[in-house]
């Protein structure tokens, strides 16, 4: 047995409870892992609270956590790269929030040394995010793309990943996050009346691309207006806002893998360049989830929250 954190009920963060569980047997493809730290995603709160419930049907007690790192303890068939030992991260299909969990190594890499456990955890759906959107988006180098949710756990690698492409950045973030995103080679804004005009006064030549990883209201008619059309906009955070003002959602749902080794190549390079930067809002230990939970569902983060085990 191994002990984990779930929920047998779709609810508030007191739905989350520690239980028992069964030491999971990785299959083909899989290696099971030491788990030593879990990134907290919004995902896991839309899971728990049953948003989520039509699209991706849990079963009870369910184990949430999408992204994890620590050391490979056993291996499947089929598996060649990885062995007992290898200290690595990745993604998950859920099941992260665990002291041990199963990971396809498809979506695993080793981790380098000098990156901590907890920035390991904070790195693996960033990445891939930033990789995937970008490409989505379309934004070449010498291109100005805006960002809104700038600070946050996601924002603040794409940030990273869109200035080594050679993209001017504008993010969008409370003033009190404005040097972090100075420092990470972005032009802060501050949300709020007026966005339009102050993204203007620092883009003069304008927008080519925006992307709105906060969900906040407002900002999709804003972005489409800047960028001069809907389709150079993209959403990761509002699937109804996007399909009132014609923006493309995208949740990553679909072609993930194939995004997931290139992210992780690119965030060891910066890693390797000595220029990554993965800031941590909160560390809690696994049995606060719970209150991890209610400091995500607070907003204004800057950077990612993650559980150690």
């Given at each position: ?179 972090h995103l100075r420092e990470l080679g972005a ?123």
């Amino acid at each position: 047995m191994t002990k984990a954190i779930a929920f047998s009920e779709f609810g508030g963060v007191d739905v989350l409870r520690p239980i028992d569980i069964e030491l999971p047997a990785p299959g083909p493809g899989q290696v099971r892992v030491a788990v030593r730290a879990v990134g907290v995603n919004p995902v896991d709160r839309r899971l728990r609270t049953g948003e989520l419930a039509g699209l991706f049907p849990v079963v009870f007690p369910y184990v949430p956590g999408v992204e994890v790192s620590g050391t490979v303890e056993a291996v499947g068939a089929e598996v060649s790269g990885f062995e007992p030992g290898d200290e690595v991260f990745g993604s998950t299909m859920g099941g992260a929030y665990a002291e041990h969990a199963l990971v396809d190594v498809a979506v695993l890499a080793h981790k380098p040394a000098g990156l901590s456990w907890e920035e390991a955890a904070a790195l693996p759906t960033a990445a891939e995010t930033s990789e995937r959107v970008l490409d989505l988006l379309g934004v070449r180098p010498g291109e100005t793309l805006l960002v809104h949710g700038a600070a946050g756990g996601v924002g603040t690698v794409l940030l990273q990943f869109a200035r080594a492409r050679g993209i001017t950045v504008i993010g969008t973030a409370s003033e009190a996050n404005h040097d972090h995103l100075r420092e990470l080679g972005a032009i802060p804004v501050a949300y709020g009346e007026g966005l339009a005009e102050r993204v203007r006064a620092v883009a003069p030549g304008g927008v080519d691309r925006a992307l709105d990883a906060a969900g906040r209201g407002g900002v999709l008619p804003l972005s489409v207006e800047l960028t001069g059309s809907a389709d150079r906009v993209l959403t990761i955070a509002d699937m109804e806002g996007g399909q009132e003002h014609g923006v493309r959602f995208n949740g990553g749902v679909e072609g993930v893998e194939s995004h997931h080794q290139r992210a992780f190549a690119a965030a060891v390079a910066l890693h390797e360049a000595g220029t990554l930067r993965l800031p941590l809002h909160r560390v809690f230990p696994l049995a606060e989830a719970a209150q991890a939970h209610r400091v995500s569902e607070a907003g204004h983060l800057r950077g990612k929250i993650v559980l150690t085990v």
